[in-house]
């Protein structure tokens, strides 16, 4: 695993593709939190889910790779992950492979946790990103219903938006 900032305070990791390296993801956004952060479990939980999709449904599980991105920023933590591409979009309820029910939660539960949450397809690759917002922006956005735009990369396809 590879971990560098990218100059901007991000905290950044380039994993193989095996499902075993989901938890080192986690690891990752947990220590870039520290524990006493109030949405702590959301972002490690979301993170893992999101992870998960990229090992399984992309061609980052076939020998490839994906990175995490985690953003501490004042106002709120944005966590992405971007994978090695897969045929389609990113979707709810994908099956897994092997046939198990235990798949096709992961967009939901980004739907129901994140503040906000998007995809960026580009060249065939995958990002898929979520916000936890502080409290008192969510207090802020609940009260005045506001929404913010969503952010897509100029020239890429944006799909399954959970702008919120």
């Known amino acids: 695993m590879e971990i560098s900032g990218d100059g901007a305070g991000n905290r950044v990791a380039r994993l193989a593709g095996g499902r075993d390296q989901v938890g080192r993801a986690?690891?990752?956004?947990?220590?870039?939190?520290?524990?006493?952060?109030?949405r702590h479990d959301d972002c490690v939980l979301l993170t893992s889910e999101i992870a998960t999709n990229a090992v399984v449904h992309s061609r980052s599980?076939?020998?490839?790779?994906f990175?995490?991105?985690?953003?501490?920023?004042?106002?709120?933590?944005?966590?992405?992950?971007?994978d090695d591409g897969s045929a389609g979009p990113?979707?709810?309820?994908?099956?897994?492979?092997?046939?198990?029910?235990?798949?096709?939660?992961?967009l939901p539960l980004l739907d129901?946790?994140?503040?906000?949450?998007?995809?960026?397809?580009?060249?065939?690759r995958n990002e898929v990103w979520f916000e936890i917002w502080s409290?008192?922006?969510?207090?802020?956005?609940?009260l005045?219903?506001?929404?913010?735009a969503v952010w897509v990369r100029p020239g890429a396809a944006a799909a399954g938006l959970g702008d919120r």
Do not use: I, Y
């Open 26 to 38: 986690r690891r990752l956004v947990s220590a870039a939190l520290g524990r006493d952060h109030p």
């Open 61 to 65: 599980g076939d020998g490839g790779t």
């Open 67 to 82: 990175t995490v991105t985690v953003s501490r920023l004042p106002d709120r933590v944005r966590v992405c992950v971007q």
């Open 90 to 106: 990113p979707c709810a309820g994908h099956p897994l492979p092997n046939g198990s029910s235990q798949g096709g939660r992961g």
């Open 112 to 124: 129901m946790l994140a503040d906000r949450w998007g995809l960026v397809r580009e060249c065939g």
């Open 135 to 142: 409290e008192g922006d969510r207090r802020r956005a609940a």
């Open 144 to 148: 005045t219903g506001g929404r913010t």
